[in-house]
Structure formats: structure tokens, C-alpha cells
């Protein structure tokens, strides 16, 4: 995704203390807004404070602590005991800029890090806005914490660059990487891609700093709508529930917008599942991810909540669900001329229904939320 100062909306997936409704934006406040896009549905549930500002979250959770890795000058790194908070800054993945020669390179984009083999691995993209001059990077640490960790560069270039001309780096945009497992094979995918032809994942090496063969990546397109001029899907995750593989991405635009002319709705998230990592995936009416399906399990909402994007899930978190994490714009004057984006969370359970999977609300200190059901 884009980036511009946004905040967490963390969607949680069970219950956590002392969780207040996000506030509701008043009429008065809104003045001087295009509200028209503003969707006024309760469908969904209003938020809860997240309390930590970031675009594109990713959070891991090791050793006690929830970790934040977010956008911004060398991926700050930010430390909770709760997902509400307080946070507390631990560093920054890179001491300095990216070893990857590209725009930006002190400011990179969109991480995604995980614990592989007693290891840590940050994927994050270098780029610039609406350029396929992009490319993903990595960096490895024995410990989630800054000050550690060694920059191995560039995994995957589009655009300009080592191999940017092969396919399917020649029709993508090397942004926004994500990482599954394939739980039969136990074979490591980088997905990643932004607009263009959509999303891909291609397989990676043992040591998850290269792709398993380079020059022949064995690429496969997961997510991508065909018919839309603009294509403006990107923002993968992928999660296992047996027996599902779940492709979770946004849908629209996600930042940069005129307060004066909000496009319909911004982004929205949406979700296909398929019993293999690599696909076919397919929303809850059968509909391919390849030809612009995906149900939509989260959108703007209430007057408030706009655009929410930036997905993640966290899985095994010693509760009851998971969790779902994102963010969104909040329809305030102030925050929407800004670019700035509420902190907040709300709870939901994931619950199995027979060969589906449902999205359901929960009870917390102040009560049901009312939420629409999801069936995948």
C-alpha cells in the first residue's frame, strides 16, 4: 500500500480488557467534508482503541509481548503486553537506510515479520508512489527487538533492477510482502503485489533470503481483477485453518485522497479461501480471486470508519480465536486532511460452521456488538 501516516485498526478476534468504543464523528464535525462516501451502515462493529499510529501494521507476538512493526524511517518497532496498549518504541528493524538502490530506501514500506527456525525475518518494500519501481527486501535477527539485525537487500525487483524483467516481475509491483507455509510440503511462499496484475506468490529459498529459483520463480497469480482499469487490489496475508488457506487483501483506494472528493467507499477487505496455498482461491460464492472475487468481511462504516486496509491476522495466540488486525481513515476533518488514521480494535470471534467459517460478534465490558455474519 500507499504510504501516509495512518493508524491501526486492530479487529480482534477475542476479548481484551478494558476496550472503549471508538468516538462517533458529529455532524458538526464533519463540516466541510465530502461525506457522501461516508457509509452509515451497522453492519459492522465501531472500533476500539489500539492506541498506536502506523500504516500497514504487522504484529508478531513472541515471549509475553505483541510486537508492531510499521512503515516509516528504518521500520520502527513499537512493544505491547496488550493489544490496546501502552506501546513502547524497541528500535528499528535497519540502522540505516536500505542496502537496496531505490527511492526511498530510508523510509521503506509495508513489513511483514515473522519467527522462522529460531529466527526472525522482516520482509519490507523499497518504492514511491504509483511506481513499479519497487522491490522487496529482507532483514534477519535472532531477537523481534532493533539492533540486531542484518540487512541481506532485495528478494524480489520489479521495475528496474536484478531480474525485474522476468514474469512475473515484468507485470507486477513489488510491494506489501507477506509469508505462508505450505502445511503439506513445508515450502515457503513470498506473496506480494500492488495494482497492475495483482498479487503473486513465488516460492522461496531454505534460508527465506532469496527466491528458490531465481531465474525461474515459478510464480503463481493469486488475486487479480481483470476488467478494472485501475486494479486497485493489494495488501495480501495468508492464514491456515485446516483444511483452508485464506487470501486475505484489500480492495480500493487506500490513502492519498481529497477530502473534498472521497472516492466511493475507499478500500474495503476482503477474503477467498482454497485448499492449497497457491490457489485456485475462491470466495464464499465461488467466485476466483483471479477474476475480481472476494467476499468482503470488513468496510467503511457508521460515518466513522473509512477504508479499511492494511490486513494481518494473528494465529495460535493461546486464546479462543484469532486475531484481525487493520487500518482505517477516520472521517474527521483533521484526520482526513492529514492522511491520519484512528488507532482502534474491536472484537470478533472465528468460529468454524460446518465446512465454513464465520466471523461472528462477541460480548465484551460494554456489551454485544452487532455485526453482520460472514460466511467464507
Not at 183 to 208: C, K, M, N, R
Request: include cysteine; proline fraction near 7%.
Amino acid at each position: 500500500m500507499l504510504p501516509s501516516i495512518i493508524s491501526v485498526l486492530f479487529c480482534l478476534l477475542y476479548a481484551v480488557n478494558a476496550v472503549p468504543m471508538a468516538p462517533r464523528a458529529s455532524a458538526s464535525a464533519l463540516s466541510g467534508l465530502d461525506t457522501k462516501s461516508f457509509s452509515k451502515t451497522k453492519d459492522y462493529p465501531l472500533p476500539n482503541l489500539g492506541n498506536i499510529v502506523a500504516h500497514d501494521p504487522n504484529i508478531l507476538q513472541y515471549d509475553g509481548y505483541f510486537y508492531l512493526y510499521k512503515g516509516g524511517v528504518h521500520i520502527p518497532i513499537h512493544r505491547a503486553r496488550n493489544l490496546s496498549g501502552p506501546w513502547e518504541q524497541v528500535g528499528t528493524v535497519l540502522d540505516e537506510s536500505s542496502v537496496i538502490p531505490k527511492q526511498n530506501r530510508s523510509r521503506p514500506w509495508a513489513p511483514t515479520t515473522i519467527q522462522h527456525d529460531n529466527r526472525f525475518y522482516c520482509f519490507y518494500a523499497i518504492s514511491e508512489n504509483g511506481s513499479r519501481d519497487s522491490a522487496i527486501g529482507v532483514a534477519s535477527s535472532d531477537t523481534p527487538v532493533g539492533g540486531n539485525w542484518t540487512d541481506h537487500g532485495a528478494v524480489v525487483n520489479t521495475g528496474k533492477g536484478d531480474l525485474s524483467d522476468i514474469y512475473p516481475y515484468s507485470v507486477s509491483n513489488a510491494i506489501d510482502g507477506a509469508f505462508i507455509t505450505d502445511q503439506e510440503t513445508g515450502q515457503s511462499h513470498l506473496l506480494y503485489g500492488s495494482y497492475w496484475h495483482g498479487i503473486f506468490s513465488v516460492p522461496l529459498a531454505d534460508d527465506l533470503l532469496s527466491v528458490k529459483t531465481p531465474k525461474t520463480p515459478n510464480a503463481t497469480n493469486l488475486a487479480y481483477i481483470p476488467d478494472a482499469k485501475s486494479k486497485p487490489i493489494e495488501g495480501s496475508f495468508m492464514t491456515y485453518k485446516e483444511p483452508y488457506y485464506y487470501l486475505w487483501f484489500s480492495h480500493g483506494k487506500c490513502c492519498h485522497f481529497d477530502i473534498h472528493a472521497f472516492p466511493p467507499m475507499g478500500d474495503d477487505i476482503r477474503v477467498g479461501r482454497s485448499e492449497s496455498a497457491t490457489g485456485p482461491f475462491v470466495d464464499k460464492d465461488g467466485h476466483d480471486t483471479l477474476k475480481g472475487g472476494g467476499t468482503i468481511v470488513y468496510g467503511s462504516n457508521h460515518g466513522v470508519v473509512y477504508a479499511p486496509g492494511g490486513v494481518g491476522v494473528l494465529i495460535n495466540n493461546g486464546s479462543e480465536a484469532d486475531v484481525l488486525y487493520y487500518h482505517y481513515l477516520e472521517s474527521t476533518p483533521r484526520l482526513a486532511s492529514t492522511g491520519v488514521r484512528q488507532v482502534v480494535s474491536h472484537c470478533l470471534f472465528l468460529a468454524e460452521m460446518g465446512p465454513n467459517l464465520r466471523v461472528q460478534s462477541c460480548r465484551n465490558q460494554h456489551g454485544a456488538n452487532t455485526l453482520l455474519d460472514w460466511y467464507i
